[in-house]
């Protein structure tokens, strides 16, 4: 089993940034990639962005690409996930996943989650 905790969710303005982190513990080494999803209210969980674990490849949604960085420190066991350039339609919950196969684009793959951290974006 594999335990994830978010943090740095919060309110921002539009054009301003955030960080996300996400720390992983338990079976760690069965981790083969790492992404984030979110959800806004009424709205299915989408996918933003992943990276593998081990080789560091990424994905990411089209709505994020060019202002979202995803990156992992491994030692730490920590994905981040730096948001610039915010807009009000990124306001959504975001988790934190974990799953032990790549590539992980969809929330099916996922085998763990985190519990979610809320990122509020004002116009």
């Known amino acids: 089993q594999v335990q994830l905790v978010e943090s740095g969710g919060g309110l921002v303005q539009a054009g301003g940034s955030l960080r996300l982190s996400c720390a992983a513990s338990g079976r760690t080494f069965s981790i083969y990639a790492m992404g984030w999803f979110r959800q806004a209210p009424g709205k299915e969980r989408e996918f933003v962005s992943s990276i593998n674990w081990r080789g560091g490849s990424v994905y990411y949604s089209d709505s994020v690409k060019g202002r979202f960085t995803i990156s992992r420190d491994y030692a730490k066991n920590t994905m981040y996930l730096q948001m610039n350039s915010l807009k009000p339609e990124d306001t959504a919950i975001y988790y934190c996943?974990?799953?032990?196969?790549?590539?992980?684009?969809?929330?099916?793959?996922?085998?763990?989650w985190g519990q979610g951290t809320q990122v509020t974006v004002s116009s």
């Open positions: 996943a974990a799953a032990d196969r790549w590539p992980l684009v969809v929330r099916e793959r996922a085998n763990s």
